[in-house]
């Protein structure tokens, strides 16, 4: 099973985060219900492994927290966005619990790519990217105002690929402090 760990949005955030649409060829842009914030992203996972897992993440203590909308902003860059983003305020709980997160997923034996955690929530990916059109909704999404998100639980998704595109599916929920 194909498998990563995120923070669930309000559905009211989520609803503001699709409002930010704006048209730009060739974007996909993620559909409300799946828009989310990934602490660490897994791969194939066999189901023993899974159920590991799910026994470390339950014993993960970390305090609950806020996050903050901050700007937009593009992987890998500027010239050719390829996945255009919602960021956020830097949060030292959040980096915590990515840490706490990523700790628990090696010590299940799951190798992980060694990237830096770069919270952010992506809201369209773009194969080809090409024409103006990305740039000028990042130039006009520099500042994000939403609401902030209070985080109290995270959350072990399934994500199965389909021709339709990926299912999210919970497989665990893991609650917070505070
Ligand atoms: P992102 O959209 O926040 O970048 C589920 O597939 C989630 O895992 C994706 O939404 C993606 O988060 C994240 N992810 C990170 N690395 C990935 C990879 N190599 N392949 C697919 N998804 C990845």
Do not use: Y
């Amino acid at each position: 099973m194909r498998l990563f760990i995120a923070i669930e949005l309000p559905a009211e955030v989520k609803k503001l985060l699709t409002g930010l649409r704006t048209a730009i060829p060739g974007a996909n842009w993620v559909p409300p219900e799946q828009l989310h914030l990934t602490l660490a992203f897994l791969g194939e996972v066999d189901e023993a492994t899974c159920a590991l897992l799910a026994e470390k993440l339950a014993g993960i203590v970390a305090p609950g927290f806020t996050l903050q909308f901050s700007s937009s902003g593009c992987f890998p860059d500027r010239r050719r966005p390829r996945v255009i983003w919602a960021g956020l305020s830097p949060s030292p709980l959040l980096t915590g619990l990515a840490e706490l997160v990523g700790r628990a997923v090696r010590s299940c034996g799951i190798v992980q790519e060694e990237r830096p955690f770069s919270p952010h929530i992506t809201l369209a990916r773009i194969r080809q990217p090409a024409g103006r059109e990305a740039g000028a909704f990042l130039e006009q999404h520099r500042q994000l105002e939403l609401p902030p998100v209070n985080v109290r639980e995270f959350i072990l998704f399934q994500s199965l690929l389909t021709r339709e595109g990926a299912i999210h599916t919970p497989l665990g929920q893991f609650p917070l402090c505070g």
